[in-house]
């Protein structure tokens, strides 16, 4: 889909401006400023009402002005917040919003001197004085936390060599509020470690009290990136981490919990949660699945990453039912993080991964078995691979992204044999995928700060650099019209692109966000974005206004 033309672009402002008029009287509405400035665009604006879980958040127009939607807003006491990266809130700090009856605000922020604990990893990327090959290991560490722990520390090279070789020992699905320790011990590369923890010591706190590099951030959002409303739904504990989220026909959310044993669905119209416990099959391994997947029926799949295996969730029964690896499997190594059930209905094939053996696997519904496919056997030895994000077309036949080096994969579904497809970008690192209505597979090219897209039938490959540099997105979706969205760990920003003229938008979120799987309900007009907190303990819902 093109974007909006000029004139369709002013007739929805009016239509929304006069849905705004007709529900002046329980709209909660005003204008940032800040001594400063004047009015701000731009500028996040949540509020949270009394006792609730859930979190409204607009924002401010050319003219600092915003307006909270009538049927988000009702009557109440609210929370206040803002984001606005160098500026605090001055107040109010609260609002009391009564029925039928205007509420205007006037925000006032004032600039801060020091405003480090508000930058994004992005930002820090931008900081940060150093060459991309220095730099580049870093995208590894903000999946668990933020680089402000890295800058803040004053360890030296050596002490950070020590750090890192601990890092090294704990699970991918780990996050600060749940941390979790692998069992199989590995062993890092010593001399990509010391040259990282070389690098580290020269940009952190061990040689003085502040750093000896300036401070940049990205600009606030403008024009259309500021028509958007966002609602965010607390979990109700901080230590669930939403990795993949996705709707049903019913409206409900639901989501894998990257750190425990649950599956949860989220009912957005009252933010009511409940979750479902699958067993734990390996006691005293990390906990927590990855990949979420609905089959043909609409049942639930998931990767139980340490736990291994996979997991089916019956939506009819509300049961489980275990795929467990076979014991000559089901090493101390041996995890999970994909599953693709998409098209299991045609031979009764689910398709898997086997991270410790960079393979693919294939697990038959009837026996239970699994099959071990090396799609790289015919490759030069000694590179790094890693089947990652995975997809289905018609046929069965899986598509697949190497996430350790710069491939796209496909597997015959009857041959089993394999293809392997550079992407034109090396060291890529292709991650999360999807397949749109005419088979073409939609990818996050990581490393290579771009999105892709792979055509089966021409058997080519496109790429679209991401406006922000450092945003390393994480996953992309294409919607009904044709729009490509995606999201990355880094820059809480949400990016909704036109592959045709390349033209872009990007969103930024309300807080500390942590991007990984993206979804959109095509259902709504215009289409509704929704994205799991990993690190926040929230889902997000993204509405844009056109």
């Excluded at 160098?86 to 039928?100: F, I, N, R, S």
């Excluded at 730099?135 to 020590?162: D, W, Y």
């Excluded at 700060?449 to 994480?474: C, L, Q, S």
């Amino acid at each position: 889909m093109k974007f909006l033309r000029s004139a369709a672009h002013a007739c929805a402002l009016l239509v929304f401006l006069a849905a705004s008029s007709a529900v002046e009287a329980q709209l909660l509405a005003g204008r940032v400023s800040s001594a400063e400035d004047g009015a701000m665009e731009g500028v996040l604006v949540s509020a949270k009402k009394s006792g609730a879980n859930i979190t409204i958040t607009v924002v401010s127009d050319h003219d600092g002005r915003f307006a909270f939607p009538a049927a988000k807003v009702g009557a109440g006491r609210y929370a206040l917040a803002v984001r606005a990266t160098g500026y605090a809130l001055d107040g109010p700090a609260t609002v009391e919003v009564v029925a039928q009856k205007n509420t205007p605000l006037e925000i006032r922020l004032h600039k801060l001197q020091e405003f480090s604990a508000q930058l994004t990893n992005t930002e820090w990327f931008m900081s940060m004085p150093g060459s991309t090959d220095q730099k580049r290991p870093l995208i590894e560490c903000m999946s668990c936390h933020t680089f402000e722990r890295i800058v803040r520390s004053k360890f030296n090279a050596q002490e950070f060599f020590g750090v890192l070789n601990r890092m090294s020992q704990f699970a991918n699905n780990t996050t600060m509020a749940r941390v979790q320790p692998r069992v199989a011990e590995r062993k890092p590369n010593e001399e990509l470690a010391r040259k990282l923890a070389d690098y580290l010591a020269t940009v952190n706190l061990s040689k003085g009290a502040t750093w000896n590099y300036e401070l940049k951030t990205l600009p606030r959002p403008q024009g259309r990136a500021t028509r958007v409303v966002i609602t965010e739904y607390d979990m109700p504990r901080k230590s669930i981490a939403p990795h993949d989220v996705r709707t049903d026909a019913q409206g409900y959310v639901w989501y894998s919990n990257f750190v425990e044993n649950f599956l949860g669905r989220l009912d957005p119209k009252t933010g009511a949660h409940v979750e479902f416990a699958f067993p734990v099959s390996k006691p005293g391994f990390p906990t927590g699945s990855l990949a979420l997947e609905v089959d043909r029926d609409g049942n639930y799949w998931l990767a139980a990453m340490f736990q291994t295996g996979l997991v089916k969730f019956n939506t009819k029964t509300r049961k489980f039912q275990s795929f467990p690896l076979p014991a000559t499997m089901n090493a101390d190594t041996a995890q999970q993080s994909m599953v693709m059930p998409g098209s299991a209905h045609l031979d009764g094939k689910v398709w898997t991964n086997e991270v410790s053996k960079q393979s693919v696997m294939r697990l038959d519904l009837a026996s239970g078995k699994y099959e071990l496919i090396d799609p790289f056997r015919d490759m030069p030895k000694g590179v790094n691979h890693s089947p990652y994000g995975m997809i289905a077309d018609a046929q069965n036949n899986l598509y697949f992204m190497d996430f350790g080096d710069e491939n796209i994969g496909r597997v015959d579904a009857k041959t089993l044999q394999s293809t392997i497809y550079p992407t034109p970008t090396r060291r890529s690192r292709p991650r999360r995928t999807m397949m749109d209505a005419q088979g073409r597979v939609w990818f996050a090219e990581f490393a290579a700060n771009k999105v892709g897209m792979f055509d089966p039938k021409k058997e080519a490959i496109r790429e679209w650099d991401v406006p922000t540099a450092h945003t390393y997105p994480y996953d992309v979706f294409v919607d009904k019209n044709g729009e490509l969205w995606s999201g990355s760990m880094s820059s809480d920003r949400i990016l909704r692109m036109d592959t045709e003229t390349g033209r872009a938008i990007e969103y930024l979120l309300p807080r500390q966000t942590n991007v990984r799987r993206v979804f959109v309900d095509n259902s709504t007009s215009p289409v509704t974005f929704w994205v799991g907190s990993n690190h926040g303990a929230s889902i997000i819902k993204l509405e844009p206004l056109d």
